[in-house]
């Protein structure tokens, strides 16, 4: 198949991309080596829209920081994504630690954050009545936010896919390579899942940034995989951060946060441990966790950690430029990419979706505009965030509004249909997970999953085999045998 663009790697940054390139008169293909969007790092990390204080002034991620975190708003409101504008603090404990934020707001005003503030012990506290009291003062970011990472990545792949473009899954890219001049292509992608031919090439490969550079040019620039690992706790303990709780940054990057989620929760987070071995192992480890709890009850002194609802690990893919690498690669003409997208590429991932766009122009990519219309919006219904009066004329048109399936978070039997039908269609239960929200509460999926794989299976017809719903990714597979063959 021969497409005018092909983006490798479907996270934050492949799908914003994608997501920009919808007015334009180009046919696009997003593919990734995952059977689904979101599988990166982008499923996993701390959520945070930081507000920009704190890259280095005159860097492209300063620049994309800010502007990234102020398209936030609309750009979830457009997607129906949720998002939060909490705000943020930096908190001193030590006299060095408040020079220390006397330099984040400098910083901060240089990279044009909009009304930064320090606060005092006393307007700390009205802020966040759960800080502790050997915080001395804080650096306030109001236009720092909270979203759901994943849910914004689909939304841009669910539109992208309903504007004409194509998502393909489980294509790993192996190579690519240069066609003769004169071929009707100048490029070919080939993965594990057949070839594909482009006239333009983008990479935005998270942690395989390199290898995937490796396949045109030798890479100018190291991956340095960095975990880090989080406590989730249940909704009972969201009302001790009202705003994102940082402590002042270190060697290490951000340290350990205690935050909101837009979903109700409360996180505490991430570690910053280099790995040495399998760049994508998400494990999660005592050790690790231990240092979470710790560090986290310096900046809130009452979590109650039994109400710990899931631990998690992202990884990072730090590099060891203090920067972000987004170009057309030298010597490469019509190969460009994003890589190494560290924090905070998911505050700055509207903003990067936008400069790709500009970098294709000024590289002399065609990219006329579309003369018919296009839809830039998603609808989708969240019934646990409608009030009583838009539910019941919801369930009134249609029924399976009013069938809870899961019960820990309102998720109905319409949603999750919604999201079996997605333009992008789920092939896990985690998958139904990202798009519709169920299994994120205290139980954890335990109730809900089994009334989630049949209405998988029924999704499937009449061929259909329970041996096939997977878990999560590839080979995760619930279940390895039918009862009758199983010698009980
Ligand atoms: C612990 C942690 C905390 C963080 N906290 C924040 C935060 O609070 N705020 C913030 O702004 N940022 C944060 N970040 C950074 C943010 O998560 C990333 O910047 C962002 O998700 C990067 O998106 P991406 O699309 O570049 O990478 P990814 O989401 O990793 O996507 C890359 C995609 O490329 C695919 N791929 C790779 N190789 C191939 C191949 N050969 N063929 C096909 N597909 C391929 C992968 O499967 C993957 O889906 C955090 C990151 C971590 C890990």
């Given at each position: 198949m021969k497409y005018d663009i092909i983006i490798i790697g479907a996270g934050v940054i492949g799908t914003s991309i994608a997501y920009n390139l919808i007015p334009y008169d180009v046919s696009v293909l997003l593919l990734d080596k995952n059977n689904d969007v979101a599988m990166g790092s982008t499923r996993a990390n701390s959520a945070i829209v930081h507000a920009g204080f704190d890259p280095k002034p005159g860097t492209l991620m300063a620049k994309l920081n800010v502007e990234g975190c102020a398209l936030y708003e609309e750009l979830c409101k457009n997607l129906s994504v949720p998002y939060k504008r909490c705000g943020s603090v930096v908190l001193a404990f030590s006299d060095e630690e408040k020079e220390l934020l006397g330099e984040l707001l400098d910083r901060g005003n240089k990279n044009g954050v909009p009304d930064l503030k320090i606060l005092n012990q006393e307007e700390l506290r009205k802020l966040e009545?759960?800080?502790?009291?050997?915080?001395?003062a804080a650096l306030y970011a109001p236009s720092a936010g909270i979203v759901s990472p994943w849910e914004l990545c689909l939304a841009q792949a669910e539109v992208f896919v309903r504007n004409g473009g194509t998502f393909i899954g489980e294509s790993e890219v192996t190579g690519i390579s240069k066609n003769e001049q004169g071929s009707s292509s100048k490029f070919t992608v080939t993965t594990n899942n057949g070839a594909f031919d482009a006239g333009t090439v983008i990479m935005a490969c998270g942690l395989r940034s390199d290898k995937v550079h490796g396949f045109v040019a030798e890479p100018d620039f190291k991956i340095v995989p960095t975990r880090g690992e989080y406590f989730l706790l249940d909704k009972c303990e969201a009302s001790k951060a009202n705003t994102v709780i940082f402590q002042c940054p270190n060697k290490d990057g951000k340290g350990i946060l205690v935050s909101p989620t837009v979903h109700g929760n409360l996180i505490c987070g991430p570690t910053a441990e280099v790995l040495t071995g399998d760049p994508e192992d998400t494990a999660t480890t005592a050790k690790m966790l231990a240092v979470v709890k710790e560090k986290a009850m310096k900046s809130?002194?009452?979590?109650?950690?039994?109400?710990?609802?899931r631990n998690f690990s992202g990884v990072r893919a730090n590099t060891n430029i203090d920067d972000f690498i987004i170009r057309e690669i030298p010597d490469n003409k019509g190969i460009f990419e994003a890589a190494g997208i560290k924090s905070p590429g998911l505050a700055s991932s509207p903003a990067i979706g936008r400069y790709m766009v500009g970098l294709l122009k000024e590289g002399g990519v065609s990219l006329p505009e579309k003369s018919g219309g296009y839809d830039m919006t998603r609808k989708t219904v969240h019934f646990r965030y409608m009030s009583n009066e838009e539910r019941a004329q919801l369930v009134s048109k249609d029924p399976a509004y009013g069938r809870i399936v899961c019960r820990c978070e309102g998720v109905t039997e319409g949603e999750i249909r919604d999201a079996i039908n997605s333009p992008i269609p789920p092939k896990s239960l985690d998958a139904v997970k990202r798009r519709a929200g169920t299994g994120m509460g205290r139980c954890q999926g335990g109730f809900c999953g089994p009334r989630i794989v049949q209405m998988l299976l029924a999704k499937q017809g009449e061929d259909s085999s329970p041996l096939s719903i997977l878990q999560d990714g590839t080979g995760s597979n619930l279940f390895t045998s039918r009862d009758e063959e199983v010698n009980v």
């Open positions: 009545p759960c800080v502790s009291e050997e915080a001395l809130v002194k009452n979590i109650s950690w039994r109400d710990n609802i």
